[in-house]
Nanobody, 117 residues
Framework: QVQLVESGGGLVQPGGSLRLSCTAS????????RGWYRQAPGKQRELVAR???????NYADSVKGRFTISRDNAKNALYLQMNSLKPEDTAVYYC???????????WGQGTQVTVSS
C-alpha cells in the first residue's frame, strides 16, 4: 500500500508563490509517472503537471511558465513550485503516482490552495 501526503498549500495573494510537496511511503516500485492535479469547486479534476520516469514533463497550458514540477527520487518526493499565482489557480491540489503495471493509480488526500487578496 502506497500512501501519498501533500503539504504546502495555503492562502496566498495574487502574484505570490507556493511550493507544494508530496511524499510517498510504502512499497514503491514500477513507477511510470507522477503528477499534480487540481480540482476547483464545481469543476472536474484536471492535470496540472506530470513527469514520467524518463523525465518527460508536460504542463497544462494554463500554468506553463509559472509552475515547475520536480522530484527527488531518493526521498520519494514530488514538488510543484507555483509562481505568479492567480485567483483561477484556487483549487484542491492532488498528487498521484501511476505504475507501469496493472496496479491502480495512487492518490493523495489533497491540499487546498487559495489565491485571493
Amino acid at each position: 500500500q502506497v500512501q501519498l501526503v501533500e503539504s504546502g498549500g495555503g492562502l496566498v495573494q495574487p502574484g505570490g508563490s507556493l511550493r507544494l510537496s508530496c511524499t510517498a511511503s510504502g512499497i514503491i516500485f514500477s513507477i511510470y509517472a507522477r503528477g499534480w492535479y487540481r480540482q476547483a469547486p464545481g469543476k472536474q479534476r484536471e492535470l496540472v503537471a506530470r513527469i514520467t520516469s524518463r523525465g518527460d514533463i508536460n504542463y497544462a497550458d494554463s500554468v506553463k511558465g509559472r509552475f515547475t514540477i520536480s522530484r527527488d527520487n531518493a526521498k520519494n518526493a514530488l514538488y510543484l513550485q507555483m509562481n505568479s499565482l492567480k485567483p483561477e489557480d484556487t483549487a484542491v491540489y492532488y498528487c498521484n503516482t501511476e505504475y507501469a503495471t496493472l496496479r491502480p493509480t495512487s492518490w493523495g488526500q489533497g491540499t487546498q490552495v487559495t489565491v485571493s487578496s
